[in-house]
């Protein structure tokens, strides 16, 4: 059996799989924001939760919002900043009394997308995560694109592409710099762009469907988003040209991005022709504790991911 962990900034959930696929348990609990402690027992105990309802004992596999340093086994890069400089990795093995594999969120949703998902059958997926942060990762034939750093596909920490007078130097961000793409594509990011102040900012969704019912300060913001969108996906496909890129998160689930970012990719690619898909997840919210998941190969196929 494998069991999936999503730990994510506001909950985290849980799925054991059987070894033939099957879905042997699923469940969610909150997660304890600020607390390191609270949150390594809160893994602990929605593991123990689905063991019992499964009945056995599987491996574990935990999707991060941030990835573990190879120098230091320590957690960086986490807009869930009560992980940063944490041992994650080594406190839940020795809590679970057995091997845990770690990697990023965008990282198991595009693994997850790239083996049964949106972009299954082709041989390169970017998986883009725009949520409360926005993150990113790689899947070439069937693996993840680790890089030499751990870093790869992470372009939300890049600046904007190709900014505005008004967009420079940008935001701060949490990670010390200021304009990174997270900043303008995040959830917060559009709500900041749709309100001047925290009175007048709504969530993704209220901006859609006011945008949808014809309200013009709101189709206003969309549209700036989509045009950040754009180009921030052009940069993307100029550096790696993907057969496929698949949305996740909160705001992948604003439909008109994907009748109105495509044609405004033209602009910004470096080739006289822009044919790259952009889909929602076929998985939805699911993704990313399914990829977690797949981080183990089953024990009679030693070395490969598979489902």
């Not at 949150?39 to 599987?58: D, M, Q, Y």
């Not at 491996?59 to 944490?86: D, E, F, M």
């Not at 180009?231 to 994907?258: H, K, Q, T």
């Not at 495509?262 to 952009?278: C, E, R, Y």
Request: aromatic share 6%; proline share 6%; glycine share 14%.
């Amino acid at each position: 059996m494998r069991i999936g962990i999503d730990l994510g900034g506001t909950k985290i959930e849980a799925i054991a799989f059987s070894d033939d696929g099957e879905v042997r348990d699923r469940r969610r609990i909150p997660t304890p924001r600020g607390d390191y402690a609270a949150t390594v027992r809160a893994v602990v105990s929605i593991v123990a939760a689905v063991e019992t309802e499964a009945g056995g004992n599987g491996s574990i596999g935990i999707g991060i919002p941030g990835s573990v340093s190879a120098r230091s086994g320590l957690i960086r890069n986490a807009n869930s900043v009560w992980l940063i400089g944490q041992p994650l990795q080594k406190d839940l093995a020795d809590a679970l009394g057995r091997p845990v594999r770690l990697e990023n969120d965008a990282n198991c949703f595009v693994l997850s997308e790239a083996l049964d998902g949106a972009g299954a059958g082709t041989d390169t997926v970017f998986g883009v995560i725009l949520g409360t942060g926005v993150g990113g990762g790689l899947v070439v034939d069937k693996r993840l694109l680790g890089g030499r750093n751990a870093i790869a596909g992470e372009w939300g920490h890049n600046p904007m592409p190709w900014p505005t007078p008004e967009e420079w130097p940008g935001p701060e961000c949490y990670c010390g710099k200021t304009g990174c793409i997270e900043c303008f594509l995040s959830g917060p990011g559009l709500s900041r762009s749709f309100g001047t102040d925290a009175s007048a900012a709504r969530d993704a969704q209220a901006i859609a469907a006011a945008a949808a019912s014809g309200d013009a300060g709101a189709n206003t913001a969309l549209t700036l988003y989509e045009d950040r969108l754009a180009r921030a996906l052009s940069s993307a496909i100029n550096l790696f040209d993907p057969d496929v890129i698949v949305l996740g998160g909160g705001l992948s689930n604003i439909e008109r991005l994907y009748r109105n970012v495509p044609a405004k990719l033209i602009s910004h690619v470096f080739s006289d022709q822009v044919t790259t898909p952009i889909l929602p997840a076929r998985h939805g919210d699911a993704s990313g504790v399914r990829g977690a998941a797949w981080l183990w190969p089953l024990a009679t196929q030693p070395g490969e991911i598979s489902r």
